[in-house]
């Protein structure tokens, strides 16, 4: 049996949309409308944030608040890395995606001999840099720092020494860099990206599951093939990005996207994920309540967070 722990990041930071901060807040506040006890029943920590700066100047236009997002980063992986070296799981909610590359950053910290796999459900492949992005927003990036890819093939902005150097502290953060290959990488229901982050996809030959795939083949089978696929990692890291789901049903959140998965589809595959017992992190992000209507999206997420973290404490 695991011993959960909950870590909660509501950091918004890297985000272009206000609101997922409260993400985490609309999740607690769904588990006791569905009059559950699951927030008192685990051991958790929340990370203080840095919410602040966005009442600041933007200094860095191709690295938003990036200053911001290094000093979660060094709090968000040490958090995770403490859980882990204390024999606890943690389980991380998050305000937006971009300190997910933080997570990864603590496992390696934990574990820096273990071959880390990284499960990514997430309509967006977050591969921008800020040599390529389109808006300046790190919740474009975590996985291009994650691998350690600054992707200069491609690049349409040229760095202040500030950013970069701010830039590279993410990528080496845990003195570690590249912390996950791009061939430990996989991607479901990724349909939204750009030419820039298609290029390090094709780059890398990184394996990509389309919504598609997950409704033909179904989501037993797809597990089945991933894990497979990981067969030569020692352990697995499983990231939830809501706006993995249908934009019919992932309105409270800041970049819904068509052709998503369904609920269930969701639920089958990060409970059917959880049963490898080489999973060693889950974290779900991007919960933003400010765009939703009844807290639909938090419902939903906390439905998927309690089936997940039930199986998990079976395994």
């Known amino acids: 049996m695991k011993n959960i722990k909950l870590i909660e990041v509501p950091s918004e930071i890297g985000a272009g949309t206000r609101g997922a901060s ?32 966005l009442y600041e100047p933007i200094e860095s236009p191709y690295a938003k608040r990036i200053k911001g997002i290094y000093s979660m980063y060094e709090k968000v992986s040490k958090a995770v890395a403490d859980s882990i070296k204390n024999n606890f799981f943690p389980v991380i909610l998050s305000g937006d995606h971009s300190t997910s590359g933080a997570t990864i950053a603590g496992i390696k910290m934990a574990k820096p001999k273990c071959k880390l796999g990284v499960i990514w459900i997430d309509a ?88 598609k795939e997950v409704r033909s083949k ?59 017992r080489k999973i060693c992190c889950f974290e779900i992000a991007e919960v933003n309540p400010t765009l939703d209507k009844e807290n639909l999206m938090a419902e939903i997420a906390f439905n998927i967070l309690q089936r997940s973290v039930n199986i998990l404490m079976m395994n």
């Open 22 to 53: 409260l993400g985490i807040e609309a999740i607690k506040i769904a588990a006791m409308d569905f009059m559950s006890n699951f927030f008192i029943h685990f051991p958790s920590e929340k990370i203080p944030h840095e919410n602040k700066i």
């Open 218 to 276: 179904g989501p037993e089978n797809v597990v089945r093939s991933v894990v497979r696929y990981l067969d030569d990692c020692t352990d697995i890291y499983v990231s939830f990005d809501v706006d993995s789901l249908d934009s019919s049903i992932s309105k409270g959140t800041g970049t819904p996207v068509g052709n998503g998965l369904k609920e269930r589809e969701v639920e089958d595959l990060i409970s059917k994920f959880m049963q490898n």
């Open 124 to 211: 967006h492949a977050d591969l921008h840099t800020p040599y390529t992005t389109p808006s300046g927003n790190v919740h474009g990036m975590p996985m291009a720092l994650t691998i350690g890819e600054d992707n200069k093939d491609c690049a349409v902005h040229k760095l202040d020494d500030e950013t970069k150097k701010y830039w590279d502290h993410l990528k080496t953060i845990g003195k570690v860099s590249p912390k996950v290959l791009p061939e430990d990488v996989v991607f479901i229901s990724l349909r939204d990206y750009e030419k820039e982050e298609k290029y390090i996809i094709d780059k890398y030959n990184i394996k990509v599951i389309t919504t």
